[in-house]
Structure formats: C-alpha cells, structure tokens
C-alpha cells in the first residue's frame, strides 16, 4: 500500500520513512511492531496480517501531485497521505 507523504524537511521526510518502513506484512518478534504487540497483547494475537507500506516522499506539493497523478495512472491506490500544509513557495 502506497502511502504519499509530502514534506519540505528532509528530516521529517526521513522520520516518515523510518516509521513507515518498521511496520512490515511479517511482524515477528524481533520487530519492533512485533515486540510492541507482544507487550500490548502477550502472545502474538491471530488476525489479518499488516499490509505492507512503500511510502512515496516528496519535497514539495507540486512533486506529490505529480506521485499522485503517477499512481493513478498506473491504478494503484494511495489510501493515505501526510502532508505538510506550509511549504515553499506557498
């Protein structure tokens, strides 16, 4: 799943993917989704398996329309954006 995340900091872009990129479709022990279920729940619970997350990082909104437009033209879906409401030029 395509998540779109539009932001002028390098840092925060960098902090999205850092997250984004810890969450995986096989969330065993040893990750650190995995650990923190385990925490939550104890044993590892039985449900739907996570998706798997390929965040698109773009530095500016003109680049993230362009991500947008791209994907839909290649029919994929993007069900969830972060976006940054005050990036230059305005």
Do not use: H, N, W
Request: aromatic letters at 4%; proline letters at 9%; one cysteine or more.
């Amino acid at each position: 799943m395509k998540i779109l995340v539009a932001d002028d900091e390098p840092t925060l872009l960098e902090a999205y993917r850092t997250v984004l990129s810890d969450i995986t479709p096989a969330a065993d022990a040893d990750s650190a989704i995995g650990r923190l279920e385990a925490k939550l729940f104890g044993a590892k619970s039985k449900g739907e398996p996570l998706p798997s997350f390929s965040p698109v990082l773009c530095r500016s909104g003109e680049r993230a329309v362009e991500a947008l437009r791209e994907m839909l033209r290649e029919g994929q879906a993007c069900p969830l954006a972060f976006l940054d409401v005050r990036m230059p030029p305005g």
